[in-house]
């Protein structure tokens, strides 16, 4: 048994942080624990005779049933003396050991007490009162053993979803066994079908869907291709893929999560922190009431076994074990099941502040919007001779070979229209400007309007190759009718580019051999959620949130416009995202950023909670942030301030509890006769009562509820 934070739990019961869980994931993730791995079934909660706490409790226990009918039918002292003993013996030797052990330390440990309590009313010949004690002392101990246990069950659990091993792919197509540690960030791993994902990476080849409802949640399967993204540890259907392993398998999600969330477990609240600095002043002046309590009625002439009954029973009952209690549990049990729901909670500090903040600043690129644009509009220009398919098809060839994200929305846009691509040729990049290639005959460029040379002084008749021509023609056939364009300065242009960035748009000119022939809009996709969100956020702060963004002030107010944001604040350079934070907290408000870039990173370090999206995030976002969204849902910001909110309040219904019990159990004893049985009870009931409220924390219903809660209160 080991002190912490003042109460019963022993070694398999504490909570599982990095000096005990991380060698757990470190023999998982590392290749000598891996290699070791053996396939083996899921699993699943922790059976209560498993644990050694629960197997002597009941020991205990079954020797006190026998004792106690033969001591009340007259038997012999010997025959019910010796299960008493006994029962003495299998519940009370751990806390003694452990109670001698703090004291060596000069820590004063409250399971000490109960042991002598038990033993001195023993001594005055209430031996069947002191086994009592002891039974009713081990079991309160299995079941806090039991509850510590199932939390750490939660994210234990998540490490049995990794593979044993993956099936990786040699360079001459070969395929050799190995486990997943052993994968390297290229590695190309076929996964067959029924099988789980043995990394994260992306889809090289094959088609199949796959459930990732344990790392996004999402309740169907989620059909992939190549190009898509695929997470360690989720389930592959019907079809066999190609996998290029793009995180090493320390670094994939599952890995943080369960590293983040067992981290947080060996965090303290600032409440718990309290309360550990008290309690061992608490536990002297205890010892010292106690002693008042046998000698003062003793020097007024009461009998030695009333005062010192008396005295034992104020011991027991003035244990602070269920105030020590009333702080952790809630507090861990919402970090567990925030992290089953993707959502990293990095400390018990952070799981408290959370539920503190009363305004809220979003970022805009990927926390409002998905991060990855789009095109939206495709524009040939007037006399240009082109279609819309087209001119696509000539920018997503020009753009093929580049891995600028515009480029990346271009030919995604071509693939999802069905268009043939040509292949380019002589392709140039210039950094802030655009692409250059050869398409056929023809010199293609696209980029940026301001930067791109000005057009032709004549517009010269071009017959274009795209194979693209609507069904007019065969592939390698000029286009229908030939591309033209007017002289510089034709209005056509800059109208419509004007367009589309007043309309929040990135505007994109496509020119051919010099003239430009069509204009791209393309846009960052507000996520679906993102309203939902913000009406969440409002309603529990009761202060619509700020949007603090790099982005051009257009495309910042339309957003704010589509999702609810009034107060928007546009074209901010890092730091002056950090001087809008702290004048909010200067003024008062305690303040949660939500945010995903390295350009958020010092926001989110300056707030008083800072909030990652961790699935397009910077590495430098996720480790400053306090809590990371591993899934791609806004929507788990406002339910997890709702949790923690949730959980502080247990803690406080907790605290009352706790105060109640033992201040009525201390005034019965001392203004009347409190019986020591029922002194036991009270005590042990209100420790076991308030540790197994904070576990409410740990279902299913507890997240379901938080999120239903903000949503509820948006509408």
Same mark, same amino acid.
């Given at each position: 048994?080991?002190?912490?934070?003042?109460?019963?739990?022993?070694?398999?019961?504490?909570?599982?942080?990095?000096?005990?869980?991380?060698?757990?994931?470190?023999?998982?993730?590392?290749?000598?624990?891996?290699?070791?791995?053996?396939?083996?079934?899921?699993?699943?909660?922790?059976?209560?005779?498993?644990?050694?706490?629960?197997?002597?409790?009941?020991?205990?226990?079954?020797?006190?049933?026998?004792?106690?009918?033969?001591?009340?039918?007259?038997?012999?002292?010997?025959?019910?003396?010796?299960?008493?003993?006994?029962?003495?013996?299998?519940?009370?030797?751990?806390?003694?050991?452990?109670?001698?052990?703090?004291?060596?330390?000069?820590?004063?440990?409250?399971?000490?007490?109960?042991?002598?309590?038990?033993?001195?009313?023993?001594?005055?010949?209430?031996?069947?009162?002191?086994?009592?004690?002891?039974?009713?002392?081990?079991?309160?101990?299995?079941?806090?053993?039991?509850?510590?246990?199932?939390?750490?069950?939660?994210?234990?659990?998540?490490?049995?979803?990794?593979?044993?091993?993956?099936?990786?792919?040699?360079?001459?197509?070969?395929?050799?066994?190995?486990?997943?540690?052993?994968?390297?960030?290229?590695?190309?791993?076929?996964?067959?079908?029924?099988?789980?994902?043995?990394?994260?990476?992306?889809?090289?080849?094959?088609?199949?869907?796959?459930?990732?409802?344990?790392?996004?949640?999402?309740?169907?399967?989620?059909?992939?291709?190549?190009?898509?993204?695929?997470?360690?540890?989720?389930?592959?259907?019907?079809?066999?893929?190609?996998?290029?392993?793009?995180?090493?398998?320390?670094?994939?999600?599952?890995?943080?999560?369960?590293?983040?969330?067992?981290?947080?477990?060996?965090?303290?609240?600032?409440?718990?922190?309290?309360?550990?600095?008290?309690?061992?002043?608490?536990?002297?002046?205890?010892?010292?009431?106690?002693?008042?309590?046998?000698?003062?009625?003793?020097?007024?002439?009461?009998?030695?076994?009333?005062?010192?009954?008396?005295?034992?029973?104020?011991?027991?009952?003035?244990?602070?074990?269920?105030?020590?209690?009333?702080?952790?549990?809630?507090?861990?049990?919402?970090?567990?099941?925030?992290?089953?729901?993707?959502?990293?909670?990095?400390?018990?500090?952070?799981?408290?502040?959370?539920?503190?903040?009363?305004?809220?600043?979003?970022?805009?690129?990927?926390?409002?919007?998905?991060?990855?644009?789009?095109?939206?509009?495709?524009?040939?220009?007037?006399?240009?001779?082109?279609?819309?398919?087209?001119?696509?098809?000539?920018?997503?060839?020009?753009?093929?070979?580049?891995?600028?994200?515009?480029?990346? /929305? @271009? +030919?995604? =846009? !071509?693939?999802?229209?069905?268009?043939? &691509? #040509?292949?380019?040729?002589?392709?140039?990049?210039? *950094?802030?400007?655009?692409?250059?290639?050869?398409?056929?005959?023809?010199?293609?460029?696209?980029?940026?309007?301001?930067?791109?040379?000005?057009?032709?002084?004549?517009?010269?008749?071009?017959?274009?190759?795209?194979?693209?021509?609507?069904?007019?023609?065969?592939?390698?056939?000029?286009?229908?009718?030939?591309?033209?364009?007017?002289?510089?300065?034709?209005?056509?242009?800059?109208?419509?580019?004007?367009?589309?960035?007043?309309?929040?748009?990135?505007?994109?000119?496509?020119?051919?051999?010099?003239?430009?022939?069509?204009?791209?809009?393309?846009?960052?996709?507000?996520?679906?959620?993102? /309203? @939902? +969100?913000? =009406? !969440?956020?409002?309603?529990?702060?009761? &202060? #619509?949130?700020?949007?603090?963004?790099?982005?051009? *002030?257009?495309?910042?107010?339309?957003?704010?416009?589509?999702?609810?944001?009034?107060?928007?604040?546009?074209?901010?350079?890092?730091?002056?995202?950090?001087?809008?934070?702290?004048?909010?907290?200067?003024?008062?408000?305690?303040?949660?950023?939500?945010?995903?870039?390295?350009?958020?990173?010092?926001?989110?370090?300056?707030?008083?909670?800072?909030?990652?999206?961790?699935?397009?995030?910077?590495?430098?976002?996720?480790?400053?942030?306090?809590?990371?969204?591993?899934?791609?849902?806004?929507?788990?910001?406002?339910?997890?301030?709702?949790?923690?909110?949730?959980?502080?309040?247990?803690?406080?219904?907790?605290?009352?509890? !706790?105060?109640?019990?033992?201040?009525?159990?201390?005034?019965?004893?001392?203004?009347?006769?409190? *019986?020591?049985?029922?002194?036991?009870?009270?005590?042990?009931?209100?420790?076991?009562?308030?540790?197994?409220?904070?576990?409410?924390?740990?279902?299913?219903?507890?997240?379901?509820?938080?999120?239903?809660?903000?949503?509820?209160?948006?509408?």
């Amino acid at each position: 048994m080991y002190l912490y934070g003042g109460c019963r739990c022993p070694p398999s019961a504490l909570p599982k942080g990095p000096s005990v869980m991380s060698s757990v994931l470190t023999d998982r993730l590392s290749p000598a624990g891996a290699a070791r791995a053996e396939p083996a079934a899921p699993r699943r909660r922790t059976r209560v005779f498993a644990l050694p706490e629960a197997r002597w409790a009941a020991a205990a226990t079954v020797l006190f049933l026998i004792a106690l009918p033969l001591q009340l039918t007259g038997a012999p002292g010997w025959a019910w003396g010796v299960p008493y003993a006994l029962a003495y013996a299998a519940g009370g030797w751990e806390p003694a050991w452990a109670g001698l052990r703090a004291l060596a330390e000069k820590t004063l440990d409250v399971d000490l007490l109960m042991v002598v309590a038990a033993l001195g009313a023993a001594a005055v010949g209430q031996v069947m009162d002191g086994a009592l004690l002891i039974v009713i002392f081990a079991t309160s101990g299995a079941l806090e053993a039991l509850a510590t246990a199932r939390t750490a069950d939660s994210v234990r659990g998540l490490l049995d979803l990794a593979p044993a091993t993956a099936t990786r792919l040699r360079s001459d197509g070969t395929e050799e066994t190995v486990a997943p540690a052993d994968l390297t960030v290229g590695d190309t791993v076929l996964v067959r079908p029924g099988e789980r994902i043995g990394a994260d990476g992306r889809v090289l080849d094959g088609t199949s869907e796959v459930d990732q409802a344990t790392i996004t949640g999402e309740p169907l399967p989620v059909a992939k291709e190549p190009g898509d993204e695929v997470f360690a540890g989720t389930l592959n259907g019907t079809g066999a893929l190609r996998v290029r392993v793009g995180r090493d398998a320390a670094d994939s999600v599952i890995a943080r999560i369960v590293r983040m969330v067992q981290e947080a477990s060996e965090t303290k609240a600032p409440t718990q922190l309290f309360i550990e600095k008290v309690e061992q002043r608490y536990s002297l002046g205890m010892v010292a009431a106690t002693l008042a309590v046998f000698a003062v009625p003793l020097a007024f002439g009461a009998a030695l076994t009333e005062s010192l009954l008396r005295a034992m029973t104020f011991m027991i009952v003035a244990s602070p074990c269920a105030v020590v209690l009333a702080t952790m549990p809630p507090l861990l049990s919402a970090i567990a099941n925030a992290g089953r729901h993707g959502v990293l909670v990095k400390s018990a500090v952070v799981m408290e502040r959370l539920g503190e903040v009363d305004a809220v600043a979003l970022d805009k690129t990927g926390t409002l919007t998905e991060g990855t644009p789009q095109v939206t509009d495709v524009v040939p220009l007037p006399g240009a001779g082109l279609t819309e398919r087209e001119l696509l098809t000539l920018a997503a060839a020009a753009e093929h070979p580049s891995e600028h994200p515009l480029a990346r /929305a @271009v +030919t995604d =846009a !071509a693939r999802a229209r069905g268009l043939t &691509v #040509p292949t380019s040729r002589d392709f140039t990049s210039t *950094p802030g400007v655009g692409v250059t290639a050869t398409v056929g005959t023809h010199r293609v460029t696209v980029g940026a309007p301001p930067r791109l040379p000005a057009d032709a002084t004549d517009g010269p008749v071009l017959p274009v190759t795209t194979g693209q021509g609507d069904g007019a023609g065969t592939p390698g056939e000029p286009a229908a009718a030939p591309v033209t364009a007017g002289p510089a300065g034709s209005p056509a242009a800059p109208a419509v580019v004007a367009d589309l960035e007043a309309g929040g748009r990135t505007a994109v000119v496509v020119q051919v051999d010099g003239v430009t022939v069509g204009v791209l809009g393309i846009a960052d996709r507000v996520r679906a959620d993102a /309203a @939902v +969100t913000v =009406a !969440a956020l409002t309603a529990l702060t009761r &202060v #619509p949130p700020m949007l603090l963004t790099g982005d051009n *002030p257009r495309a910042a107010a339309r957003l704010g416009d589509e999702v609810g944001v009034r107060d928007v604040r546009a074209g901010l350079l890092p730091e002056e995202k950090v001087g809008a934070v702290r004048a909010e907290q200067k003024a008062g408000r305690r303040m949660l950023v939500v945010g995903d870039g390295v350009n958020d990173a010092p926001a989110l370090a300056a707030a008083h909670a800072g909030v990652a999206m961790g699935r397009a995030g910077s590495d430098l976002a996720l480790e400053t942030a306090d809590a990371v969204i591993v899934r791609d849902e806004l929507a788990a910001v406002p339910a997890v301030v709702a949790l923690s909110r949730r959980a502080r309040r247990l803690v406080v219904q907790n605290l009352v509890v !706790a105060g109640v019990f033992i201040s009525g159990l201390v005034v019965w004893d001392l203004a009347g006769t409190l *019986p020591l049985p029922l002194g036991v009870l009270g005590h042990e009931g209100s420790t076991v009562l308030v540790g197994l409220n904070g576990l409410r924390l740990l279902r299913e219903a507890a997240w379901t509820e938080a999120a239903r809660a903000g949503t509820e209160r948006a509408a």
